[in-house]
């Protein structure tokens, strides 16, 4: 697999995630984020997810981005929801790219425990979706052990090797540079050679990402966190993202983490803020 290599005065590249419902219009879109840029679309379970979605998927297509919305294996209630959301954002939406996760709930609503049940059905590859993107997961996950996971990748690796899908891993976020570095290597060691685009809390107030990452469960870099900017000042000022993100920089210019590629950000403090930050450093 051919890798772009990067030197040391370049910045990782980096995609964003937004939820459908507060997608800017396509004014707001074309001053706020770079053409061309993937943008992911969150699936929180509300009831209005299918409208919502296209709506935005439109919206970022006629604004010259890239819509990748969520397929959340979980909260998909049949089969025929999952082609019929499928071939609607294809069809009407221009999308091409998705991304596949389990979906977060203990007892799926529908026929899809998990994101390899819903490869299995042949609807992305009958509706176009060249490019798909997988979860992984540097934190570990309360649903599955760190051997499940290395075995799901590697069946995930397979289905694209025998289907010309170009697959890419997209992490959860986290504040724990090493951590996130070990995991990446393992994934190598493990046999999977797939890009990794690894995900990142933008700038954001510090109680709002200790919010977010209760929700999310990222404990142990939660704690990280918290000790490194326990301070009032650092309440006050907030959280800069570099202290994540330079040093997995250095990491991939030193050679030793080739499969990670990109980051992936997640706006908690805003798009506004987000977008100003990945400009100045000269991710976009």
């Known amino acids: 697999m051919n890798r772009h290599v990067f030197t040391e005065t370049q910045s990782l590249p980096a995609s964003i995630e937004i939820l459908p419902k507060q997608t800017p219009a396509a004014a707001e879109l074309t001053e706020i984020l770079p053409l061309g840029i993937r943008v ?67 007892a799926p609503l529908g026929p899809f425990a998990s994101s390899m049940d819903v490869l299995e059905t042949g609807f992305l590859d009958r509706y176009g979706i060249v490019d798909l993107a997988i979860a992984g997961h540097p934190e570990g996950s309360p649903d599955f052990s760190e051997a499940t996971a290395t075995e799901a990748l590697r069946l995930k690796r397979d289905f694209a090797e025998r289907t010309n899908t170009r697959l890419r891993i997209v992490t959860q976020f986290g504040f724990d540079p090493e951590r996130t570095l070990a995991w990446a290597r393992n994934v190598r060691a493990g046999g999977v050679d797939i890009p990794i685009h690894i995900g990142v809390a933008g700038p954001a107030k510090i109680t709002t990402l200790v919010k977010y990452g209760t929700m999310c469960g990222i404990g142990n870099s939660l704690s990280l966190l918290t000790r490194r900017t326990g301070s009032l000042m650092a309440l006050a000022t907030g959280y800069s993202p570099e202290t994540f993100v330079a040093p997995i920089e250095r990491d991939v210019w030193a050679g030793s983490n080739a499969l990670i590629s990109q980051f992936h950000v997640f706006p908690f403090g805003g798009l506004d803020k987000t977008s100003a930050w990945l400009r100045k450093r000269g991710s976009w």
């Open 40 to 106: 992911y679309l969150t699936d929180i379970g509300s009831a209005d997810t299918d409208a919502e979605m296209l709506a935005a998927a439109r919206r970022l297509r006629d604004a010259g981005l890239i819509p990748v919305p969520h397929l959340a294996a979980r909260r998909l209630p049949s089969l025929s929801a999952l082609e019929t959301r499928i071939g609607r954002l294809a069809e009407a939406a221009g999308v091409t790219d998705m991304l596949v996760i389990g979906g977060g709930l203990s």
